[in-house]
Nanobody, 123 residues
Framework: QVQLVESGGGLVQAGGSLRLSCAAS????????MGWFRQAPGKDREFVAA????????PYADSVKGRFTISRGNAKNTVNLQMNSLKPEDTAVYYC????????????????WGQGTQVTVSS
């Protein structure tokens, strides 16, 4: 079993920044691919960013390109999402995801999900 714990959500004004962090743990956990999805009210869950355990990154979602940056944390199996120039449309619950094999932009690629952290951007 893999557990994901997110932190760093909150309320910020438009144009501001937030940093999300996620740590994966599990008794038999090796290196995992990790990423972020988000779900805004009334909308489907959507891909934001993902990173292979070797450090390579998938292309970001068009809606966040140039503003968000995914990176590995200092500890093994941790990932961060630096969000700059936030917009009201970035308001959503952000989910950390992980997979021991495979990586992609589909929710079906990731069997492990965090509980979600709320990000609210006020105008």
């Amino acid at each position: 079993q893999v557990q994901l714990v997110e932190s760093g959500g909150g309320l910020v004004q438009a144009g501001g920044s937030l940093r999300l962090s996620c740590a994966a743990s599990g008794r038999t956990l090796g290196s995992v691919n990790m990423g972020w999805f988000r779900q805004a009210p009334g909308k489907d869950r959507e891909f934001v960013a993902a990173m292979h355990w070797t450090g390579s990154k998938l292309p970001y979602a068009d809606s966040v390109k140039g503003r968000f940056t995914i990176s590995r944390g200092n500890a093994k199996n941790t990932v961060n999402l630096q969000m700059n120039s936030l917009k009201p449309e970035d308001t959503a619950v952000y989910y950390c995801v992980a997979a021991t094999t495979g990586i992609g932009t589909s929710i079906t690629m990731y069997p492990y999900w965090g509980q979600g952290t709320q990000v609210t951007v006020s105008s």
